[in-house]
């Protein structure tokens, strides 16, 4: 049994590695930097399993999914854990940028599950890592949220057409990660609920297993995903904008 895990070398991806290392016998961790996955595989042992995907570019991705359809192996876990974000309007990105989120966040979780899906057996998971930026539309980082609200339908529709499967969207707020910055112009950021990488972790495995299909790993965000099915985007997003200013 395997666990595939994207973005195998981040913060969350790494808990992820290190918590599934005694469930599985190999962990095909696919990551973009050679030299962070042979480090990967120096701190955790032979089970881990390098894969160099650009998971934006077509041709690695098509291959990547057309090797785990010839190979057939037998998935427990798969992590769709690779994303991108960036803070600014929509006009401010180039085109390059914008497809590349997409390809990141949507494209590749999608046709990497699809390739999965027929070697997974009853009792394994499909774990989309989302964001609670699903829940509700964000000015300025409308291209992230609304790439997340995607994988979150995605992901509850996948999990109702697979009875034996649990697919589960992983939904945090603020996580403590290298890619979250700290300072802008020279203000410190703050983020109200933040949660470090292990307690995102932790709590999607427990969720997974109880056969959950969303997991939100803080009552902070629990509130707000209750907050935003009652409350207008409208009022939802100049509320957003009014936290947002200091930073903008």
């Not at 290298?178 to 990488?197: A, D, Q, S």
Request: with cysteine.
């Amino acid at each position: 049994m395997i666990a595939i895990i994207t973005g195998a070398t981040g913060d969350i991806g790494e808990e992820f590695v290190k918590r599934l290392l005694d469930e599985t016998d190999q962990i095909w961790a696919v990551g973009r930097s050679e030299a962070k996955l042979e480090s990967l595989k120096e701190r955790y042992g032979d089970k881990i399993i390098p894969f160099k995907v650009d998971l934006s570019d077509k041709d690695e991705l098509f291959g990547f999914c057309r090797m785990i359809i010839n190979e057939k192996p037998s998935i427990k876990y798969l992590v769709n854990n690779a994303g991108v974000a960036k803070l600014g309007p929509v006009s401010e990105f180039t085109l390059e940028e914008i497809s590349d989120l997409l390809d990141i966040n949507d494209k590749a979780a999608t046709l990497i599950s699809r390739a999965a899906l027929p070697f997974m057996e009853k009792g394994s998971y499909i774990l989309n890592v989302a964001s609670a930026s699903a829940f509700q539309p964000n000015p300025y980082i409308a291209l992230y949220s609304a790439s997340k609200a995607y994988l979150l339908s995605f992901t509850r529709s996948l999990n109702a057409e697979n009875k034996d499967i649990n697919c589960m969207a992983i939904c945090p707020g603020w996580v403590d990660t290298k890619m979250l910055p700290k300072t802008n112009n020279g203000k410190e950021i703050k983020y109200p609920g933040i949660v470090p990488p292990s307690r995102v972790v932790d709590c999607a495995l427990k969720d997974c297993r109880r056969g959950k299909d969303v997991s939100v790993c803080s009552f902070y965000y629990s509130y707000m995903r209750f907050l935003s099915k009652i409350t207008p985007h409208r009022l939802v997003m100049k509320i957003w904008l009014g936290m947002l200013k200091p930073y903008i």
